[in-house]
């Protein structure tokens, strides 16, 4: 049995900046790696199809095909459909996504989680720890307290704000330039994971995260807090403390790897 991805493709917004990543990640990507078909219009209909986050809105209807599975990534507005099709299987993409998604629909959910950037395993090779990188969306930048910039400064630490990415070679590029990570996300998502800090962590570069659930199944490979203060805090003591660095680094590299490619694809060849 074959492997079908239906997905709708990534564009650019208005602001330039790249939309719809999870189809570069969860379709461009992985059936490139597998060999999988990826928007078929014909010959998919005995294989296992999975569905990319489809846009659907609420109450409207959608035609599964094949053997389905939606992967729902983070669209939460997609429980109402799962709920009409209980025979639809679910990919969750993190440990607690599927616990929660467990106790919200009556369809069978599967653990994929997302595989990270570093196909190649390049490893941080910087000696100096001068940059803290942030990576996402320009609308998500003004949520990082407004005393960062100058605390970082004080250190004389810079901050990169990065955006612009628009292919996986742009990310691995950034962290290669980092020597720690920010995820900082005051608001809370009904469905999420810890990509970034496994992305990071792919590159033996430690994260400093406003702590949420979903970052408990990278537990030691980041570092959590809940002010800025303590982020502070944190991130004097892994600049003045090179054993902790390297104490996280060598934590990250290892659980990483089990978010690599190689063996995130192992899971989707079990679908068949």
């Known amino acids: 049995m074959g492997i079908s991805i239906f997905a709708k493709m990534p564009f650019r917004t208005r602001g330039w900046y790249l939309a719809r990543v999870s189809s570069i990640i969860r379709a461009q990507q992985v059936s490139d790696y597998l060999g999988a078909k990826l928007n078929p219009e014909k010959g ?7 569905y990319i986050k489809p846009h659907v809105k609420e109450g409207q209807d959608f035609k599964f095909e094949g053997k389905p599975y939606l992967d729902i990534i983070d669209g939460w507005g997609l429980v109402s459909l799962l709920k009409r099709y209980p025979e639809v299987s679910v990919i969750a993409c993190s440990e ?85 990570q920010i995820v900082w996300r ?25 702590d949420e659930p979903y970052f408990k199944e990278m537990r030691d490979c980041y570092i959590p807090v809940h002010t800025l203060d303590e982020f502070l805090n944190e991130l004097d003591n892994l600049r003045s403390n090179p054993e902790l660095y390297e104490k996280y680094a060598k934590r990250c590299l290892k659980k990483a790897e089990e978010y690599h490619i190689e063996n995130i694809a192992k899971l989707y060849q079990e679908l068949t």
Request: aromatic content about 10%.
């Open 44 to 50: 998919y209909e005995n294989d296992v199809c999975i």
């Open 96 to 180: 607690l996504d599927f616990e929660t998604l467990s106790r919200t629909v009556p369809n069978k959910i599967v653990l994929i989680p997302q595989h990270h950037c570093n196909f190649e395993r390049v490893k941080r090779t910087r000696k100096e720890k001068t940059t803290v990188g942030v990576i996402g969306t320009p609308h998500a930048f003004p949520l990082l307290p407004q005393e960062m910039k100058p605390e970082l400064a004080k250190r004389g630490m810079n901050l990169w704000e990065y955006s612009h990415f628009f292919k996986r070679e742009d990310i691995i590029d950034f962290y290669q330039k980092i020597d720690v």
């Open 186 to 210: 005051p608001y809370s998502k009904k469905l999420a994971n810890p990509l970034k800090i496994v992305n990071a962590a792919s590159f033996g570069i430690p994260t400093i995260a406003l």
